[in-house]
């Protein structure tokens, strides 16, 4: 009688399975230990989620196929911080190849800080090209964040050294003459959006890391920026840096404290 190979010599074998049509589940389907079956109906999940990833990816090329099939460079756009008290909006524009193939690529509120940080070298690294567009918080405070985001987002798109021919971006129009296919929630439709929803996300991540070192007690690593009980309190207590957008209410009514007192 042949002996039956053991559960995890089966887990490391089958671990690259993509298929429930692969010919090396038919002896595990027939296997009736338990624990085999357990192996079975965990592959059947894996696969079954990776196929749903795989369609909804596909799903999130339709904008930019047709633009494709026509032979145009597609550049999706998007932006981050718009609504932090601290640091920049930070935008930015993201080429993809017709054979870009990273089916997680997705809006980047949609993962977790771990999957972006794995995700953002692997898009800069497929990538036709990649660019960042920064508005300071000062142009934020002299033309309003809405402004400050628009300028930021034409920085990056005039900042990719490859010219797109068409743009897809997440809701703002540009101030760049080039046809633009506009989007609500835009890097939950497109993948080019969502690149650069995650390469713009991570970016900003790495920069506010870099202020909290320079500006600590406000927490600016942990909150982005954004008005949680420790920021506003490091404001209290600290008072306002360079950094800080001296126009948002919270700010502004510590800056008119500073000065009556």
Request: charged share 20%; hydrophobic share 40%.
């Amino acid at each position: 009688m042949t002996k039956q190979p053991s559960l995890s010599s089966l887990k490391q074998e089958l671990a690259d399975v993509t298929s429930l049509t692969d010919p090396r589940l038919v002896s595990l389907t027939a296997d009736s230990r338990k624990g085999a079956q357990s192996l079975l109906n965990q592959i059947k999940r894996r696969v079954a989620k990776a196929e749903a990833a795989e369609l909804a990816f596909q799903e999130r090329l339709h904008y930019e196929r047709p633009l494709w099939a026509a032979n145009q460079l597609v550049a999706g756009i998007d932006e981050v911080g718009r609504g932090p008290l601290a640091g920049p909006v930070v935008t930015s524009a993201v080429i993809l190849p017709q054979d870009f193939d990273i089916p997680l690529v997705n809006d980047s509120k949609q993962l977790t800080p771990k999957e972006r940080e794995r995700l953002y070298p692997l898009i800069l690294d497929q990538a036709t090209a990649v660019s960042i567009g920064i508005g300071s918080s000062q142009l934020i405070d002299q033309i309003n964040i809405y402004q400050a985001t628009r300028v930021a987002m034409q920085l990056a798109v005039l900042g990719l050294g490859v010219p797109p021919q068409h743009l897809i971006v997440d809701a703002m129009q540009i101030p760049v003459d080039l046809p633009q296919t506009r989007l609500i929630k835009g890097d939950a439709k497109s993948a080019s959006v969502a690149a650069a929803s995650i390469v713009a996300k991570v970016y900003r991540d790495h920069l506010m890391d870099t202020y909290d070192v320079l500006y600590p007690g406000y927490g600016f690593t942990k909150n982005a920026g954004y008005g949680t009980a420790e920021h506003l309190q490091g404001l209290v207590d600290r008072g306002v840096t360079p950094i800080h957008r001296r126009t948002f209410s919270p700010v502004q009514k510590i800056i008119a404290n500073e000065s009556r007192s």
